[in-house]
């Protein structure tokens, strides 16, 4: 009962959108050229019927109800929305200047107007798991959003998600000063709790023994301390971000020493430390990278540069990897520095996808990069990430397959709610000339 | 645990697991882990005969055992003894996994021994007359493995290093260093312990147990500051060290008043046992003692006297208008006193309180915990010895500040970095039983007078003061020329001995782990000589045998 | 009364000899000096063991070796002095330093103009700078002062004896540079591609120019166009050394590249134009790649020699440690000793003076108390045209 | 190490210049039209021996399977500064140095040119940089193997807009000493036209007043002269809108033969690029910032393909770039069709370069620059597997 109603509030929410988008229609039946499930196998000529938001049945040759609002998507391609397990964008600032906060939260910040938001419905991203930046040693609770709503509350999937940590040390402190402040408010919130039992111990003595006519103890332990203890009760996910392979020692070290229920996010070179990233995925530690896919590598000793794609390292390791595109690429060109700086092209998922296939990485595992994986990180694969029975009808159709020059998001469903269509959208008909209405604007 | 240790007396008899033995330490007797450089003692028996043909029977049916004979043989001094460069046809050289064994004078008449017995592996290189045999030597301050924008490892060297880093490989092979110190390093004050990597062509590098030697970065005065100030550069340490002594006695403290807390809650409930409280009644918590705020500034004096002292302190321009002030209010508060006595009621003198309320005994306050404090855990392994305290330091001036420090918190083991003007302070730092690295790479700083030749001469002329030198690259490629510019410090009067000492165990020392494999290296020549290149490697019990220098 | 005053008289007396006859021995050569040591490299891989040298008037007569030790000589009669280092001394020719700015920094870089061909080392040349004294102290018998490697053509270099006035014929190489440190600044030419041009533009204006007309610039380069003089351009980048040699193949220069710092990525190139290396000197401050490169250049067959610099004091002595440090990258001793010795001194065309040992040459011999490639040895007398310059007792 | 690796290529191009290789089984793109299958390319001795559905294959071939790959002749980038220290690059002494070659600052060994070759371009145009007026001459060079200069001085570069005024300093009060070079014009794009016509007018009085030795056109004058004789072609650099219509006029004023290079804003001057009929070598179309306040668009070389310009893609000197045949697949993003797209980076450029008979397409005869590809080239998935230059293999196979 309670989904329906936080359906039509949605539903509601999305139709009165902000101008840029004005498109916000139902649809319960698409038909498709060519389904991707996510699990590897594809369908041909497949219908799928959407009720309630969620997938009713895909198959081929299913009958489509009379009133159905249908999506006629013939000769394409539809997937399950990107899911992006990891990123900082949607926030017009994403960092706070104390190192340890972690009682603050994303949904404070996360401004439905951004173009980051925008963005990701251009490139088919249903599902993004929005967290405080890279700068702070305890940044704060991530959600995860769909890139659809007014306000942050509609947009929500997960309200609480995960806890954001990192190992990037400000400009100006070392890094071992950063490790040495993370322990040291992980220190005082065991100490603060060791106090808060020491005296209800004491208060329980001295009830039993006559001592206090108090009914129940009323100290209440600090809430600003609470969101850390949750770390340490393995109730929150810490996301680790881990800027460079010399910190994976400290970050598995950290795990270790207060047994955090963890997911490492990977910085440029972490892939240099490929084996200790294999002890972290048998500790069942989900990795993510970053969008640095392409890196020059110096050789020292010959000074021969080659082009290294960690997502390639990782997959010859056997690990399975998520990827992210973490919303600083879109702003402006950066040059291709010698660490290979990210490329604004990386912004878009599949561009990433397309660099991994291109550096040996088989199509299916760059495509459950960012799909599956994420889902199951962020543990909604009941929700996300796949076609299948029962869950959110995420969906992007593309208008030829990924590995097609040609190919370009053209509509995404999310919840059974198509919002974009990419003859409608304005950014597009700024870029290439045509009028909103598909007409040329040099007959001007 | 090892917060319990009493005082350092005490530490003297417990057997501290992880450093050699510890000697008393006598300011003016050598401490007995640095051995007795440069006063070479006659060797009291014939060169090469030290250990007799039994000893040689056991060794060779041990399988862990390495047998080497060369050219010449080289036995690092450890634990006082001075090193020797023995004549290799006349003895064996043995090794075991845990270190160099020692020298056993070959048998003049063949040993019958049967061939299967023999399970040592013996390595003779002594048909080529100038071949060499030693231990593995090691750069005591290397920067190899240090990310290349690592800034500071002031955590300590051991989480920090890039262990991946290739490129090392010449550095064993063709100059024969097996051993590489990377210390830590960063901003003022204490340092994490740096790391000692062993280096192996095959296995690569992996990095050894607990680190040693931590560091402590002076404060970098600026260089017009005179001799006199310069001397205040150890201020902060000294601070440092006495601020790592309290915080010991504040943990003996707060054991002592817990203990005191326990009884007296025991006795509190106790009390409260007998008889509880009725509905309502709350036990007074213990007065709170008057806070000192509000007492010092704005005092009204009660009488003129103190009034006129106050008044001194006074700039004499505005003395007249504040006694005006003062005395208004002194009157003030003389009328208020009168008042107040005339309104209070008598206090009655009765004792007619209840015995148990005045037995009761307040509510016991918990004694407040001293938070804990890495950096004053890591002075306390210091001040016991058990690290080895690191300090860079050029000018003669700062040198004898830190060795009058060493003495006065009886610091058993220090090493010090760099020490350019080291031969001006030779004497005060052999008194310390310090040991001194020399890094050639660093360029003498200007308001020093250098000898020529700085690092090389200056190295001699320590050596031959007494106090035991090593040698640092301070880089990474340069590691390979190492037992060049060690090689220099002979051509200034430095025994080849003592030179070849500075590039294995005194560099072993320096990283404050003294029980170090270096493993074994045979080379074509003395390796201070440029032409000499790595024949054989012995580590553990794996044979490396190289053809020539590939 | 009378004692004292004679007594003064003798002791004054005394002092004035001495000073007389030390000063002697610092310029005028002893005619007919014998020097006894246990080996003498006469040549780089030539040795005679148990060597002895006769060297009159500035000039080595003969050189020997004696079959025993307390074999007498037979030019015995002619020495007057003899000087007997031990058996475990080894003689060596002076060292040959072929591109140094010792003594007179500043003033060997015209700043205004970038192309000043016309200007000559010489005149900057201080004989008596600090600087000389110890680089001679340091077995430098002989150098090249050279401009600087601030101008494009920095002027003409000179052949010199560290401690003595430049002689007329002192001009030697003609020096040009291709760096950084010529281009980027506010004249004329600013890149390579600006550098390339000047040079064309100027060539041609010799091309129909009678040499009376010419001025002293213009004769100066006239001089190396067609391989006269001899060119040595400086230069680090792979695209600074390919500039520089394609400069060699059109106007058919006689060159040789000074430092080539990133010879090893070009190395085929350098191999094809036969051109000899004057290398950095090695020490405390080399990198990687300057460690590999003397190695890289053997075993590619490239002539290489190590210059001093400017040799300020880096804690170890110059040429020494380039020595030292060569051996140990696996270049062979007798390949390392040229590079300092006989190479560098083809390159300065003055190799029928100095460089080696033999019968004719310049007198300047170097003592050390082991082989001169170990650092383990000392420097126990340098000797230049016959005359002891400087000996360290220890 | 790397002396081995160099000596190894040096012996195996002497080696394999010899031996002939016949690459079978893949569908070839020859340069125009669209992918045919069963074509067979034999190369000899560094040329294209022969192209063709069944040829006689001389015995001794050494067989080379492409079963299910691409064939395309290797990519020509018109407009790059390969090997040069940086986009600007130029002889900054003088505002005017049309003379400079941009062949004496050229690093063979420079790693742009190894990352070029790996992603299938094997000739390049390399010209000085953007902060002259007259930037300098050209040349087409072969990214890999021994011979690398396939024609020098290919063309002039003249660059229109702010950037050649952007280094200078206008007038003393701006803290610039008056002493330094750059204390000069121009200063903005008026004073960056005004600098071409008076070192065009200067060039047309030598060449009319032949007076004999005394007024020998001085080097940068002769390059000029053969400019305005159509001789020599004039690359010059327009991304602006009004900057594209001002290089037209120079082109009519002066009867040069210009090359529009970057032509960003191409599409608000469409008509007017139609109308000159002149070539356009344009900008990376995946980057979204412009430059010197061009406003990029996604369509640019549709619209010119589709209006019949000659039309080649180039990285533009531009370090944000990406590789070559990413940006051709970026240009089919934007609306262009896939020959077009292909063509755009092998034969058109040749032909513009003025090299087409040598490389940029498969034909009896040219160079064997062959690259062979993964997938369809233009497909984000593809790789160059392999790629010849001269017929010889200069990549090692990629993993």
């Known amino acids: 009962m309670m989904r329906i109603t936080l359906l039509i509030a949605a539903n509601a929410a999305l139709v009165s959108l902000t101008p840029a988008q004005r498109v916000a229609e139902e649809i319960t039946a698409i038909k498709a050229g060519t389904v991707w499930i996510g699990n590897g196998k594809t369908l041909k000529n497949a219908v799928i019927l959407i009720k309630d938001g969620r997938i009713e049945k895909v198959g081929q040759g299913l009958e489509i109800p009379w009133n159905a609002k249908v999506l006629d998507a013939g000769k394409r391609w539809v997937m399950p929305a990107w899911v992006n397990a990891h990123t900082s964008g949607g926030m017009d600032q994403a960092n706070e200047n104390i190192q340890v906060t972690p009682y603050l939260t994303v949904l404070d910040s996360v401004d439905p107007s951004q173009a980051f938001f925008e963005a990701s419905r251009r490139y088919g991203v249903g599902t993004l798991h929005v967290v405080p930046g890279n700068a702070c040693a305890v940044g704060g609770r991530g959600m995860v959003v769909r890139p659809a709503g007014k306000t942050p509350e509609q947009m929500a999937l997960v309200l609480r998600a995960g806890m954001k940590m990192s190992l990037q040390p400000k400009r100006g402190s070392s890094r071992s000063r950063h490790i040495a402040e993370i322990m040291k408010a992980f220190e005082d919130a065991k100490a603060h709790r060791a106090e808060w039992e020491r005296k209800k111990k004491e208060f329980d003595e001295d009830k039993k023994n006559g001592a206090t006519t108090k009914k129940e103890f009323e100290d209440k332990i600090d809430k600003l301390k609470q969101p850390l203890l949750d770390l340490l009760d393995r109730k929150t996910t810490a996301y680790l971000y881990i800027p460079r392979a010399s910190d994976v020692p400290a970050a598995l070290e950290l795990v270790k020493t207060y047994r955090l229920s963890a997911v490492f996010v990977l910085g440029g070179d972490c892939y240099k430390a490929i084996d200790l990233l294999t002890a972290a995925h048998r500790q069942a530690i989900p990795l993510i990278l970053g969008e640095t896919l392409e890196i020059t590598d110096k050789d020292p000793v010959t000074e021969e540069e080659k082009i290294v794609c960690p997502a390639r390292i990782l997959y010859d390791a056997g690990i399975p990897f998520a990827l992210t595109a973490t919303g600083s690429g879109g702003r402006g060109s950066r040059g291709r520095g010698a660490s290979g700086g990210t490329h604004p092209a990386m912004a878009m998922p599949w561009w990433q996808v397309a660099t991994c296939v291109r550096h040996g990485v088989p199509e299916r595992a760059a495509l459950e990069a960012f799909t599956t994986i994420p889902a199951r990180i962020l543990g909604l694969t009941k929700r996300v990430g796949q076609i299948s029975e029962g869950l959110d009808a995420n969906l992007q159709v593309l208008s030829a397959a990924p590995m097609e020059p040609e190919c370009q998001v053209e509509n995404l469903v999310v919840d059974g709610i198509l919002i974009y269509d990419r003859k409608r959208d304005p950014r597009v008909s700024e870029l290439t000339g045509q009028t909103t209405t598909g007409a040329s604007k040099e007959q001007k | 645990m090892n917060r319990l240790l009493l005082n350092p007396l005490l530490a003297l008899f417990l057997p501290i697991a992880s450093t050699a033995a510890q000697g008393a330490f006598k300011p003016d007797k050598l401490p007995e882990t640095w051995p007795e450089a440069g006063k070479t003692k006659k060797a009291a028996k014939k060169p090469g005969a030290t250990k007799d043909t039994a000893a040689l029977r056991k060794l060779l049916g041990d399988a862990s055992v390495t047998l080497v004979r060369a050219g010449k043989l080289f036995l690092p001094g450890k634990l006082g003894k001075t090193p020797r460069i023995v004549d290799g046809k006349k003895s064996w050289l043995a090794y075991r996994a845990g270190g160099v064994v020692g020298l056993f004078a070959a048998p003049d008449q063949p040993l019958e021994i049967a061939a299967n017995e023999v399970k040592a592996k013996m390595l003779d290189f002594s048909d080529k007359p100038d071949s060499f045999a030693g231990p593995g030597l090691c750069d005591a301050d290397s920067r190899w493995f240090v990310a290349s924008d690592a800034g500071d490892l002031s955590v300590g060297a051991k989480g920090q290093l890039e262990i991946w880093q290739e490129g090392w490989k010449d550095l064993v092979l063709k100059s024969g260093i097996t051993t590489v110190f990377v210390p830590a390093g960063g901003a003022v004050g204490t340092s994490g312990p740096g790391v000692l990597v062993k280096l192996d062509p095959e296995k690569g590098a992996t990095q050894l147990g607990r680190p040693g030697a931590s560091y402590y970065q002076l404060e970098r005065l600026a260089t017009r500051s005179t001799n006199l100030t310069r001397g205040a550069v150890v201020k902060s340490l000294r601070k440092a060290l006495e601020g790592a002594k309290n915080y010991k006695k504040a943990d003996e403290k707060w054991k002592k008043d817990f203990e005191a807390y326990q009884k007296k809650r025991k006795d509190f409930l106790a009390h409260y046992k007998k008889n509880p409280l009725k509905a309502g009644e709350e036990v007074k918590a213990a007065p709170a003692r008057p806070t000192r705020r509000g007492r010092g500034r704005g005092r009204i004096p009660r009488t003129k006297e103190e009034l006129e002292k106050m008044l001194e302190r006074v700039p004499p321009a505005m003395r007249d208008r504040i006694r005006k002030q003062m005395e208004a209010r002194m009157k003030a508060a003389a009328d208020k006193a009168k008042a107040d006595a005339a309104k209070a009621p008598k206090k009655t003198g009765d004792k007619a309180k209840p015995d148990d309320k005045k037995k009761a005994p307040p509510r016991p306050k918990y004694p407040k915990k001293p938070k804990h404090d890495r950096t004053k855990e890591a002075l306390l392994r210091i001040l016991d010895g058990k690290t080895v305290l690191r300090i860079e330091a050029h000018r003669a001036a700062e040198i004898k500040a830190v060795t009058k420090l060493a003495l006065e918190f009886k610091l058993p083991r220090i090493v010090l970095v760099g020490a350019t003007e080291a031969f001006k302070a030779a004497d005060e730092l052999r008194k310390a039983g310090a040991l001194v690295v020399i890094t050639p790479q660093t360029l003498p700083r200007q308001g020093m007078d250098t000898l020529e030749e700085h690092f090389a001469a200056n190295a001699a002329k320590l050596a031959a003061a007494g106090v035991p030198v090593a040698f640092g690259s301070r880089g990474k490629e340069q590691g390979a020329m190492l037992s060049l510019y060690a090689a220099r410090s002979v051509a200034h009067g430095m025994p080849e001995a003592q030179a070849l000492q500075a590039l294995t165990q005194n560099a072993i020392d320096a990283a404050g782990t003294s029980k170090v494999d270096t493993g074994m290296v045979v080379f074509s020549a003395n390796p201070l000589s440029p032409t000499a290149h790595v024949l054989c490697l012995i580590r553990g019990s794996q044979v490396v045998r190289l053809q020539g220098d590939k | 009364m009378v004692s004292r005053r004679i007594a003064f008289g003798l002791v004054v007396g005394g002092a004035l000899a001495l000073l007389a006859q030390s000063a002697t021995a610092q310029n005028a050569a002893p005619n007919g000096l014998l020097i006894r040591a246990g080996k003498a490299w006469v040549a780089p891989g030539q040795a005679l063991v148990r060597a002895s040298l006769l060297v009159k008037n500035g000039k080595i007569v003969d050189a020997v070796a004696r079959p025993t030790n307390d074999a007498k000589e037979t030019f015995l009669d002619q020495a007057d002095s003899v000087r007997d280092f031990g058996k475990n001394a080894v003689l060596t020719a002076g060292f040959v330093d072929v591109h140094t700015h010792a003594g007179s920094d500043g003033e060997l870089a015209e700043p205004v103009e970038s192309f000043t061909p016309e200007l000559r080392a010489s005149r900057a040349y201080d004989a008596w700078a600090s600087a000389w004294k110890r680089i001679t102290a340091r077995g430098v018998t002989s150098a090249v002062l050279a401009p600087d490697d601030r101008n494009l053509a920095g002027g003409i270099a000179a052949f010199v004896d560290p401690g003595l006035a430049a002689g007329s014929d002192a001009d030697n190489y003609f020096k040009m540079s291709l760096t950084g440190a010529a281009l980027n600044r506010e004249r004329r030419p600013t890149s390579l591609m600006g550098a390339a041009d000047y040079l064309r533009e100027r060539a041609t204006e010799l091309q129909n120019l009678a040499p009376a007309k010419m001025t002293p610039a213009q004769r100066a380069l006239a001089a190396v166009i067609g391989g006269g003089q001899s060119v040595g351009i400086a230069c680090s980048t792979v695209r600074e050394i390919h500039a520089a040699l394609d400069a060699t193949t059109t106007y058919q220069l006689r060159t040789f590249l000074i430092h080539a710092d990133e010879a090893e990525e070009c190395l085929a190139r350098i191999v094809g134009a036969k051109v000899p290396v004057v290398l950095r000197p090695l020490g405390l401050q080399s990198s990687r790649k300057q460690l590999r490169l003397p190695g890289v250049l053997q075993k590619a067959g490239v002539a290489f020699a190590f210059a001093g610099e400017n040799d300020q004091d880096s804690g170890l002595p110059g040429l020494q440690t380039s020595l030292a440090i060569a051996v140990r990258q696996g270049i062979t001793a007798a390949d390392a000793l040229a590079s300092v010795t006989t190479r560098p001194a083809q390159i300065a065309g003055q190799s029928e003076r100095v460089g080696t040992l033999f019968t004719g040459r310049d007198a300047d011999i170097l003592v050390w108390s082991g082989e001169p490639w170990d650092l383990r040895s000392r420097l126990l007398a340098v000797i230049r045209n016959g005359t002891i310059l400087h000996e360290n007792k220890q | ?399």
């Open chain 4, 1 to 399: 190490m790397r002396i081995a690796l160099a000596l190894l290529l040096l012996s195996s191009a002497l080696a394999a210049q010899g031996d002939t290789l016949v690459l079978r089984g893949a569908r070839v793109f020859t340069g125009q039209g669209d992918f045919q299958k069963g074509l067979v390319v034999i190369v000899k001795d560094g040329k294209i021996a022969a192209i063709g559905r069944d040829i006689p294959v001389p015995q001794g071939a050494k067989e080379v399977d492409c079963k299910d790959k691409w064939i395309t002749p290797g990519f020509v980038d018109a407009m790059t500064a390969l090997g040069l220290t940086s986009m600007n690059e130029n002889e900054e002494s003088n505002e005017v140095t049309p003379q400079v070659r941009a062949i004496n600052a050229i690093d063979p060994e420079a790693q742009n040119f190894k990352r070029a070759v790996a992603g299938g371009v094997t000739t390049a145009y390399i010209m000085p940089g953007q902060m002259n007026v007259f930037g300098g001459l050209g040349v087409v060079y072969k990214t890999a193997g021994k011979s690398r200069v396939v024609r020098e001085d290919a063309g002039v570069r003249m660059t229109l807009g702010q950037m050649p005024g952007s280094g200078n300093r206008s007038f003393r009060g701006f803290g610039g000493s008056p002493t330094s070079i750059y204390y000069r014009r121009p200063n903005n794009r008026m004073g960056t036209i005004w600098e071409v016509r008076r070192a065009f007018y200067d060039a047309m009085d030598v060449r009319e007043t032949n007076l004999g030795p005394q007024l020998e056109p001085t080097a940068a004058q002769r390059v000029l002269i053969s400019a305005l004789d159509r001789k020599m072609k004039v690359r010059t650099t327009a991304r602006h809108g009004q900057d594209i219509r001002t290089a037209l006029r120079l082109a009519e004023e002066f009867g040069i033969a210009v090359i529009l290079d970057d032509a960003t804003e191409a599409y608000k001057t469409l008509d007017y690029v139609v109308a000159a009929g002149v070539p356009v070598v344009a900008g990376p179309p995946s980057v979204q910032a412009g430059f010197d306040g061009s406003t990029p668009h996604l369509d640019t070389l549709a619209l010119l393909a589709r209006a019949g310009v000659e039309v080649a893609i180039s990285t533009a000197q531009r370090p944000d770039a990406l590789p070559l045949v990413r940006e051709a697949g970026f240009a089919v993003r934007g609306g262009m069709d896939r020959a077009a797209a292909l063509a755009a980076v092998t034969s058109v450029p040749a032909k513009i370069l003025g090299v087409d008979a040598r490389v940029g397409s498969l034909d009896k005869g040219k160079d064997a620059d062959i690259v062979l590809w993964s997938r369809h080239p233009l497909s984000p998935y593809s790789r160059a597997v392999r790629v010849w230059v001269d017929g010889v293999p200069v990549t090692k196979p990629s993993r």
